[in-house]
């Protein structure tokens, strides 16, 4: 069985729709479907994007080329509000945008978001906005570049947003972690 017949099957009865309920949305037989979910035949790059379009997720998710789920509208959407939280911070304390990357030791990642290479969500929106109310703080004040420690273990494979989350992480003063990890989990709604 390939991912991509894993994922149409499991999108389908997340919807709770028949076979044959979803080719008459798709607009295409039943038995295709039946054959794109055993994995005994690949469908075009039309099909998999009228798939991608009615379940709302990434093409290259159906494909299995990641596993993020999320369309990219809505990565998009976060990706705005993410670059229009750390521009309002930049414009407010007067920093050009060079200074805010470098403030954050962020160039890369602030492109990426730009250039959607990589897709925010609302989680990753709440620690961008909790960790410059830290570094806005007197208690945070301490040089970013000087905060950031050694990368992960290799071992651990982390998403790109994953990724981001850590290293914005990592910014934080050690005697204020456990404070913004509060702020995180009650912005999340996942109090220990």
Do not use: C
Request: aromatic share 8%; hydrophobic share 35%; net charge negative.
């Amino acid at each position: 069985m390939s991912v991509f017949s894993e994922r149409l099957k499991e999108l389908r009865s997340k919807k709770k729709l028949s076979q044959q309920e979803l080719s008459k949305i798709i607009g295409i037989s039943k038995s295709s479907i039946n054959m794109y979910e055993r994995g005994e035949r690949e469908p075009g790059l039309e099909t998999v994007g009228a798939f991608a379009d009615f379940f709302d997720v990434q093409t290259d998710y159906l494909l299995g080329k990641h596993d993020d789920k999320r369309s990219l509208k809505e990565g998009k959407k976060y990706n705005r509000l993410i670059i229009q939280t750390v521009d309002n911070y930049r414009q407010l304390h007067g920093y050009a945008k060079e200074q805010m990357e470098e403030l954050l030791d962020w160039k890369d990642m602030y492109s990426n978001l730009e250039k959607d290479r990589i897709l925010g969500d609302e989680g990753m929106l709440r620690v961008i906005q909790n960790t410059i109310e830290v570094l806005d703080s007197p208690e945070g004040s301490v040089p970013i570049a000087d905060l950031m420690k050694d990368s992960s273990p290799e071992e651990i494979k982390l998403s790109e947003g994953e990724q981001l989350l850590l290293e914005l992480f990592r910014k934080i003063p050690e005697d204020r972690q456990e404070f913004f990890l509060d702020m995180v989990r009650g912005q999340l709604g996942k109090k220990e």
